[in-house]
C-alpha cells in the first residue's frame, strides 16, 4: 500500500521567516496531494492541494510544490505569522488504497 | 452551511460499555470516513464507506463497527470499549474516495476508563 512519510516531525522558525515541509510518497499511481492545516483543539482543514498534472501551484504565502520523478511534495509558506502556528498534514492518494496521511508537522512560529 | 456534524464532543466511558458517535453531513457527499488521532501517530483511518450500505476496513478497524444506512449518516459504533481506544476521533466527508476536498467534523474526545 501507500506510505507516506513527513519531514520534519517539528519545526521552529522565526516570524517572517519561510518553512518548508516535505513529505515522500510510494505509490507511483498517487495523483493527488492535498495538505490540511489543524489549529490547536480544531479539526483538520483543506489549505492547498496539487495534481499530478501540475508542478507548482501558489495561493497568497502558502505554495505546493510536486516532484513526480523523485515522489515528493513539498508545502511552502512564505513571511510566516504567529497564525501559521498549527499542526500541518500532507496526504497522497489516488492509487488502489485511496489516501494516505503523513503523520503531521507541528510547526511554531516564535515571536 | 455545509457542514460534518459530530456527537458528542466529549465523552468518557468505562471499559465494555457500548457507545456510538454519531456522524451527519449535510453536502450529500458519497464518501465518509472515520479517523483517529494520537499523539505521534498522526490520523489514521478506522472506517471508510464509498456509499449508503459499502462500507469498508481501514488502516486500524479492531474493535470499531460502523453501519451507512443513510448517505447522511456514519456512526462509529464501539461495542466494547477499552482503555486502547482513548482517542480524538474525526468523521470526513467528501463527494469521491479521493481527488475531492475532506471535510472533518469538529472531533470526538473520548477516554475509556
Known amino acids: 500500500g501507500e506510505n507516506v512519510e513527513q519531514h520534519p516531525s517539528t519545526l521552529s522558525v522565526q516570524e517572517g521567516d519561510s518553512a518548508v515541509i516535505k513529505c515522500t510518497y510510494s505509490?507511483?499511481?498517487?495523483?493527488?496531494f492535498p495538505w490540511y492545516k489543524q489549529e490547536l483543539g480544531k479539526r483538520p482543514q483543506l489549505i492547498i492541494d496539487?495534481?499530478?498534472?501540475?508542478g507548482e501551484k501558489k495561493d497568497q504565502r502558502i505554495a505546493v510544490t510536486l516532484n513526480k520523478t523523485a515522489k515528493h511534495f513539498s508545502l511552502h509558506i512564505t513571511e510566516t505569522q504567529p497564525e501559521d502556528s498549527a499542526v500541518y498534514f500532507c496526504w497522497a492518494g489516488g492509487g488502489a488504497d485511496g489516501l494516505t496521511f503523513g503523520k503531521g508537522t507541528h510547526l511554531i512560529i516564535q515571536p | 452551511e455545509a457542514q460534518v456534524t459530530q456527537n458528542p464532543r466529549y465523552l468518557i466511558t468505562v471499559t465494555g460499555k457500548k457507545l456510538t458517535v454519531t456522524c451527519s453531513q449535510n453536502m450529500n457527499h458519497e464518501y465518509m470516513s472515520w479517523y483517529r488521532q494520537d499523539p505521534g501517530l498522526g490520523l489514521r483511518q478506522i472506517y471508510y464507506s464509498m456509499n449508503v450500505e459499502v462500507t469498508d476496513k481501514g488502516d486500524v478497524p479492531e474493535g470499531y463497527k460502523v453501519s451507512r444506512k443513510e448517505k447522511r449518516n456514519f456512526p462509529l459504533i464501539l461495542e466494547s470499549p477499552s482503555p486502547n481506544q482513548t482517542s480524538l476521533y474525526f468523521c470526513?466527508?467528501?463527494?469521491?474516495?479521493?481527488?475531492?476536498?475532506?471535510?472533518f467534523g469538529q472531533g470526538t474526545r473520548l477516554t475509556v476508563v
Open positions: 505509490d507511483s499511481a498517487s495523483n493527488y
Open positions: 470526513a466527508s467528501s463527494l469521491g474516495r479521493w481527488g475531492t476536498e475532506a471535510f
Open positions: 496539487i495534481r499530478s498534472n501540475v
